[in-house]
């Protein structure tokens, strides 16, 4: 059986390259049509509404609860498993170690009340969804970013050698490469559980990567980036929260975390 990825531009729909996944776009609901008669592996539900700078709020909940639920009862019983995806904001008020099993609590905004909307449906009828996994991941980063997200501009800019601004980045987040995260989607089966965050357990300083990325490819952070320490964020951003990990071992670490975005970074840079 094959495994079907909605969401064809997202950042994670670009690790799924075997011919046995096919993609397609969430806004093709209508055309479910062709392919209702057929039984999937997997369906990864890679789309959603994250955008900061919208002005139609109500978009969030249209894309991130109601898309995305009719998705869900469309191939619940298509499927083997079917894949959402939360985020581990929903727990932006710890600070510390957070496990999936902690109680939601987050500085609400429309889009985390969108997703929260989602998870809460989920777990309250879990027994209408008893093949749907919810997965919460961390922090991740890649050149698909869009340049309104502070890594997409910062990728852009290391790539084109643009100057740009950016606001406070002087903070810790637990931070993933989509490579890990992919992992971990595909190897979600019968014995996985239900909802799962997926992190590092480990804090990365912000500031940090964003300069030692400017040093690797021989660029000045001050000559590239402007910052501006004063600009309004949603919520307090020094809430310092990552993966609980009960070894204490991280699953990345920073070193990881460089090299991986930079290997990605490298190949499309122009006049390097």
């Known amino acids: ?65 109601n898309l995305t639920i009719d998705y869900v009862n469309f191939f619940k019983s298509r499927a083997n498993k079917v894949i959402v995806f939360g985020t581990c904001e929903l727990w932006n008020k710890y600070i510390g170690p957070i496990g999936v099993d902690y109680d939601i609590q987050y500085f609400k905004t429309p889009y985390l009340n969108s997703k929260n909307n989602l998870v809460m449906q989920l777990r309250h009828h879990s027994f209408r969804y008893p093949n749907v996994v919810i997965v919460h991941p961390f922090n991740f980063n890649s050149t698909y970013r869009g340049t309104n997200f502070l890594f997409g501009k910062v990728f852009d800019s290391i790539i084109n050698k643009k100057q740009i601004e950016i606001g406070d980045t002087y903070f810790h987040r637990d931070m993933i490469t989509p490579k890990y995260l992919y992992k971990k989607l595909i190897e979600i089966d019968d014995n996985s559980p239900k909802e799962m965050l997926v992190g590092s357990g480990n804090l990365i300083f912000v500031n940090d990567l964003i300069r030692d990325l400017y040093k690797h490819f021989d660029m000045k952070y001050e000559d590239y980036v402007k910052e501006d320490l004063d600009r309004i964020t949603e919520y307090p951003i020094n809430n310092e929260y990552y993966l609980k990990i009960d070894d204490g071992k991280p699953n990345l670490t920073y070193q990881d975390l460089l090299e991986y975005t930079v290997n990605e970074i490298k190949p499309k840079r122009v006049n390097p």
């Not at 059986?1 to 075997?18: A, C, E, R």
């Open 1 to 65: 059986m094959k495994d079907l990825v909605i969401g064809n531009t997202s950042q994670i729909s670009h690790l799924f390259t075997d011919d046995n996944v096919i993609k397609i776009s969430s806004r093709d609901f209508i055309g479910l049509n062709n392919i209702k008669h057929i039984k999937w592996n997997n369906v990864y539900m890679c789309f959603g509404e994250s955008r900061k700078t919208i002005s139609d709020i109500e978009q969030f909940e249209r894309v991130n609860y």
